[in-house]
């Protein structure tokens, strides 16, 4: 018997029972406004993985991961097109919080505490090709970075070449972080152009315009 072959013919099975395990979660339905509708994409051999913070209300409704205003922006940031980003085999992308965890007084909640210790690391076994992990906010950067972040996300962010190779802390591109964009213009003159070239040596040539 040929075991390589049979391994890489086992593993897109294994994560793909793992993804319907996901989708049928209701560990938290309790505390979720609209219910359970756990949003996450991943293919075998996917090389980027983007760890976000958890749906907002218009992800919920389309179960289609960042697609909205900050998908947009953030798929501006990699330098990719909306049809490489969809790709499962290119990019796994999978929140803090899988579900949309419903409204605080200043704006969406956190991602549902429950999540992440229940799922990620079984996710991350099967994903055993990702060569660069994007950490898109504090919850993100708090899970994989732990004491290694800095105490500010911004001082985390500028601080990325001390957790290159594997890993780019970045903030949220929500249009509401316009401000500190515009506070922060090193973000796009340094580390943009960084983020771009390391994601266009990833992809398949073509894929990307960095
Ligand atoms: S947020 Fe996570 S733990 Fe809660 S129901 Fe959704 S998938 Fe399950």
């Known amino acids: 018997m040929n075991v390589k072959r049979n391994t890489r ?6 994560l793909e029972a793992l993804l319907a395990e996901v989708r049928a979660c209701r560990a938290c339905a309790q505390q979720l406004p609209l219910g359970p509708r756990p949003v996450v994409r991943a293919g075998a051999g996917a090389r980027i993985l983007i760890v976000g913070q958890a749906p ?7 179960g289609i991961p960042w697609n909205d205003a900050s998908g947009e922006r953030l798929r501006q940031w990699l330098g990719v097109d909306d049809a490489t980003f969809c790709d499962a085999s290119q990019f796994a992308i999978i929140p803090m919080g ?3 965890p419903g409204r605080g007084k200043s704006g969406d909640n ?10 990620m690391d079984r996710l991350l076994a099967q ?8 950490l898109v906010g504090q919850y993100a950067q708090r ?16 601080a990325w070449q001390d957790y290159a190779p594997a ?8 249009p509401r972080n316009q401000p500190w964009l515009k ?6 003159a340094e580390v943009l152009p960084m983020l771009r070239a390391r994601v266009a040596r990833i992809l398949p040539q073509g894929q990307a315009s960095g």
């Not at 907002?56 to 389309?62: A, K, L, M, S, Y």
């Not at 899970?143 to 500028?158: D, I």
């Not at 506070?183 to 796009?188: I, K, L, R």
Request: hydrophobic content about 35%; some cysteine.
């Open 98 to 100: 899988f579900c949309y």
């Open 127 to 134: 994903l055993p090709s990702i060569a660069l992990t994007l």
């Open 9 to 14: 013919r086992q593993q897109p099975a294994a």
């Open 110 to 119: 956190p991602p549902r505490p429950e999540c992440a210790p229940l799922w």
């Open 167 to 174: 890993y780019i802390p970045l903030p949220h591109p929500s």
């Open 56 to 62: 907002g209300t218009r992800v919920h409704q389309t």
């Open 143 to 158: 899970h994989f970075l732990g004491a290694r972040r800095k105490p500010t996300l911004t001082e985390t962010v500028r």
């Open 183 to 188: 506070q922060h213009p090193w973000f796009e």
